[in-house]
C-alpha cells in the first residue's frame, strides 16, 4: 500500500539521484514543450529588453495576474476547441460513424458546455449539478448521456423533466428506479449497460482479469450484465440502445481497450442471440492519456480512433454483427492541456538534504485546495517561471502549497532557477482536467476563478470566490 505523503513517505527524502535530470541548460529550463503547453503559450524572445515572460494566446501572464489575482486557471479557448474539434473529426466515419462524449467531469463550465456544443460534441454527465450546469448553458439535452453509479430519483427526474439522451445504467436499482419514473413521465428512456469488463488500465499498464472489485458497473464475467439486459428488454419504458465500458484513466496502452471492445462485441452477440437485438451503439468509455511531462508521448485521436473501429469491424465481423456506432468520452484529453495554473511564488526555503545537495521548498499562494493530483495520485506536472527568464543555475525544487499540511505538494521533483524570489510566477501545466473540478474550500480558502484566453483578449469563465462567499454559508454568522 503507498504510504500517504505526509505521513511516513515524508520523513524519506527523495534523493537528488532519484530526482528527474537536470535540464541541459537555461532555455530547456524555461522550454514551453508543445503537448504539455497550451498551443497558444508562447516566452517573447525578448530582445533583451523584456523579462521574457509568457504570454498565452497573446495575454501576458503578468497581467492576467494583475487583472484577476492568483493563483488563476488560465485556458486556452483555441487549444480547447481544437482537441475537442480533432476528437470529432477522428470518429466522423462514413463507414463506422462515432459519437464523442465531452466528460464533463474533468473540467464543466457553461462556457465550455457551449464550445462543446458548438464543436459538434456530446456531453457526459455523472451529477444532476453537471446536468444542470449543461442545460442552464442551453446544451440540447439530447446530446447528453447521464452517467452515474448512484443517481438519485431526484436526479433521473430531473434528466427526464429535461429530455436527457441516454442514461448509462450502473445497477439493478437504478434499471427499476429509472423505468418507474420514465414510465410516471410517460416517456421511453434510451439506455446503456455500464458493463465491467475485467480490464482496468492505467498510464502505461493494463491488467485483464480480475478487476471486478470496484463499485462501477455490471459484471460481464459474473454475469450480471446479461441480467441487466434481461431486465431492461422487459421494460417497455426502458428501450436499450447500447453497451458501455470505461477501464480506466490516463491510459497510454490502448491494449486495455482492445480487450474491452473484443469483450463488448462479444456480450452484444449474445445479446443478439438471446433476445434477437441488435444493439446501436458501443460506448469505450474515456480514459485517454495526455502529456504531463515531457517524455510522454499519447496517441493521437485520430490513430486512436482508427485502432478501435479497426477491432470493432472485425470483431463484429467474427460474430456476423452489424457493426454499431462508436462511442468515446475524453474528459482529460481534451481539457487538461488546454489549462495552466499560474501561481505566485511566496517563500522559497532552502533545505540541506545531506550529502551536499539543497532543495528549494517553493511555497505558491494555492496547492492542495486548487490541485488535489499530486497528494491523491502521485500526479507529476511541469512546472515554469513564466514572469521572466532566469540565467542563475537550476535548483532541485519541490513545489508546495499554503495549506497546514505536509503533503500539501503541488509538484514534488522537480528544477527551478535558483534565484526564484516572492513575486515570481509560476505556472504548472496541462491543470484543466481534475484540477478545479476537484478543488475544495480546504482551510477556507476560496477557490481561484478560471480564465478564458483567446486572441489577445480574456473572458471569466468562473469567477474567482471571495471570503464572503464562503462566510455566506456558515449560519452561525448574522449577515
Ligand atoms: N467516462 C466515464 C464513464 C468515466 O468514469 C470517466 C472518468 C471518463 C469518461 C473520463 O475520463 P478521462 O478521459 O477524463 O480520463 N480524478 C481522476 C480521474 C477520475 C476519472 C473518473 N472517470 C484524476 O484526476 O486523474
Not at 49 to 70: C, H, K, M, Q, Y
Not at 94 to 109: C, E, N
Not at 248 to 254: K, L, Y
Request: net charge negative; with cysteine; glycine share 10%.
Amino acid at each position: 500500500m503507498r504510504a500517504h505523503p505526509a505521513g511516513p513517505r515524508h520523513g524519506e527524502i527523495l534523493a537528488p539521484a532519484g530526482a528527474p535530470p537536470p535540464p541541459a541548460d537555461a532555455e530547456a529550463l524555461h522550454a514551453l514543450t508543445e503537448g504539455v503547453w497550451p498551443i497558444g503559450a508562447r516566452r517573447s524572445d525578448g530582445g533583451g529588453l523584456t523579462p521574457r515572460s509568457v504570454s498565452i494566446a497573446g495575454v501576458d501572464v503578468r497581467d492576467l495576474a494583475a487583472e484577476f489575482g492568483t493563483p488563476l486557471f488560465v485556458l486556452d479557448e483555441a487549444d480547447f476547441r481544437s482537441r475537442a474539434a480533432a476528437f470529432r473529426a477522428a470518429y466522423d466515419d462514413t463507414q463506422v460513424p462515432g459519437d464523442v462524449f465531452y466528460a464533463g467531469k474533468a473540467f464543466l463550465s457553461a462556457t465550455v458546455a457551449r464550445w462543446v456544443e458548438q464543436e459538434g460534441l456530446n456531453l457526459d454527465v455523472c451529477t444532476g449539478g453537471e446536468l444542470l450546469t449543461a442545460v442552464r448553458a442551453g446544451f440540447p439535452a439530447e446530446r447528453i448521456a447521464f452517467h452515474g453509479n448512484n443517481k438519485s430519483v431526484a436526479e433521473i427526474e430531473l434528466a427526464l423533466r429535461h429530455g436527457v439522451g441516454r442514461y448509462v445504467l450502473d445497477s439493478f436499482e437504478e434499471i427499476a428506479r429509472l423505468a418507474a419514473a420514465a414510465e410516471r413521465a410517460g416517456v421511453v428512456a434510451d439506455v446503456l449497460v455500464r458493463v465491467t469488463v475485467g480490464v482496468e488500465a492505467h498510464t502505461h499498464e493494463f491488467i485483464a482479469t480480475a478487476h471486478e472489485d470496484q463499485k462501477f458497473g455490471l459484471s460481464l464475467a459474473g454475469g450480471a450484465a446479461e441480467e441487466a439486459v434481461r431486465r431492461i428488454v422487459k421494460l417497455p419504458s426502458l428501450r436499450l440502445v447500447g453497451l458501455h465500458s470505461h477501464i480506466g484513466s490516463q491510459i497510454f496502452d490502448t491494449a486495455g481497450f482492445e480487450v474491452s471492445a473484443h469483450r463488448l462485441v462479444a456480450l452484444a452477440a449474445r445479446v443478439r442471440d438471446e433476445h434477437g437485438l441488435e444493439v446501436d451503439e458501443l460506448d469505450l468509455g474515456g480514459g485517454m492519456g495526455i502529456a504531463y511531462l515531457e517524455d510522454e508521448d499519447p496517441m493521437s485521436p485520430r490513430d486512436m480512433a482508427e485502432l478501435l473501429r479497426g477491432i470493432v469491424v472485425r470483431e463484429c465481423a467474427a460474430y456476423g454483427l452489424a457493426v454499431p456506432r462508436i462511442a468515446v468520452e475524453p474528459g482529460r484529453a481534451i481539457v487538461g492541456p488546454s489549462m495552466v495554473t499560474v501561481y505566485e511564488v511566496g517563500t522559497v526555503k532552502p533545505v540541506d538534504l545531506g550529502s551536499g545537495h539543497t532543495r528549494h521548498y517553493v511555497s505558491v499562494d494555492g496547492g492542495m485546495s486548487d490541485n488535489i493530483r499530486t497528494a491523491l495520485y502521485d500526479a507529476e506536472y511541469t512546472v515554469r517561471l513564466v514572469s521572466r527568464f532566469s540565467a542563475a543555475d537550476p535548483v532541485l525544487s519541490r513545489v508546495v502549497g499554503s495549506h497546514c499540511e505536509s503533503g500539501d505538494i503541488v509538484v514534488r521533483d522537480c528544477w527551478l532557477p535558483g534565484d526564484l524570489a516572492p513575486g515570481d510566477l509560476l505556472a504548472v501545466a496541462a491543470t484543466g482536467a481534475y484540477c478545479r473540478a476537484m478543488s475544495s474550500n480546504y482551510n477556507a480558502v476560496p477557490r481561484p476563478a478560471v480564465v478564458a484566453v483567446r486572441d489577445g483578449s480574456t473572458q471569466v469563465v468562473l469567477r474567482r470566490e471571495t471570503p464572503e462567499d464562503l462566510l455566506a454559508l456558515d449560519a452561525g454568522l448574522t449577515p
